[in-house]
């Protein structure tokens, strides 16, 4: 079971190499870090060398929970053994209800320039750990975009105010929020006590009650935190805000495999190394 935190934590990004090759930037998933119930891994992809990036992610499985992909520049192609070809370009996003079993590719889809994004992995509850697979992908311009005189607020999953994200998620309740703040500014949105919550700043620095959080930091707030105890720094700031419920249950990880008990693990296995991993064909909505 997962309690909500009684301390801050600031973790730092541990390079690590994922796909076939390609170096990311791993904050949850990490010994500092091993999971922020309901989520598994946040992985941040960043390099403009094509040398770095170009042999991308080739098929691999997934099961037992949900990821979320955001790109920021450049462009990924995605595969899937439901049948789903999409293209992600700079501002589009991703949701992929992995449930059963997934087999997919993400690959770079450019010989050169910035290629930038995140992807989320979130756990599911043991009643939907073996749910039929799904897949939602949206271009830039269909998440809404809130702008005031301190921030710019790009609305990825959840809602605020009278704005609705395009992808909802009806089993963790997960809000996915881009932030840009202004330099010396604060930014403010109410979130449910009981969730997990965390800020991932990928680009400028800041301060959180008082204590400097530089680039590439994610910041796990405690049950008493509020996102407005952030300040960006005299660059600005730009982060994700990030929040779900827990799902408090046993984790069981193995690779790309989250299930509830060794058992599980063992049968996914062996269900990937026998052609039998793949047992639902999704629909797009």
Request: aromatic share 10%.
């Amino acid at each position: 079971m997962n309690a909500i935190s009684t301390r801050t934590r600031f973790i730092p990004a541990m390079a690590t190499a994922e796909g076939a090759g390609v170096t990311v930037h791993r904050t949850i998933g990490t010994p500092a870090l091993r999971n922020y119930d309901p989520f598994m891994l946040l992985d941040n992809f960043n390099s403009d060398n094509p040398d770095e990036y170009i042999a991308g992610f080739p098929s691999h499985p997934h099961r037992g929970f949900n990821t979320f992909t955001y790109m920021l520049d450049g462009h990924l192609e995605h595969q899937d053994s439901m049948g789903n070809t999409g293209r992600l370009g700079p501002g589009a996003a991703q949701w992929m209800k992995a449930g059963s079993g997934v087999i997919h590719s993400e690959m770079p889809k450019q010989e050169q320039g910035l290629m930038r994004g995140l992807q989320l992995w979130i756990n599911l509850p043991s009643a939907n750990k073996m749910d039929p697979p799904e897949y939602q992908e949206y271009a830039a311009e269909a998440f809404p975009v809130i702008e005031t005189n301190d921030y710019r607020l790009k609305l990825l999953i959840g809602q605020r105010g009278d704005a609705h994200a395009p992808i909802v998620d009806d089993i963790t309740r997960v809000s996915y929020f881009d932030v840009q703040l202004k330099a010396g500014k604060h930014f403010h949105h109410p979130l449910p006590a009981e969730h997990h919550t965390f800020l991932y700043l990928f680009e400028g620095d800041g301060r959180f009650k008082g204590k400097r959080a530089p680039l590439n930091t994610l910041i796990a707030f405690s049950g008493e935190d509020t996102i407005s105890d952030f300040i960006a720094g005299e660059q600005g700031a730009r982060f994700v805000l990030i929040s779900g419920r827990p799902v408090n249950e046993s984790i069981v990880q193995y690779g790309p495999f989250v299930m509830n008990t060794r058992e599980e693990i063992e049968q996914a296995i062996h269900d990937y190394q026998t052609n039998h991993f793949v047992r639902d064909r999704a629909w797009i909505k």
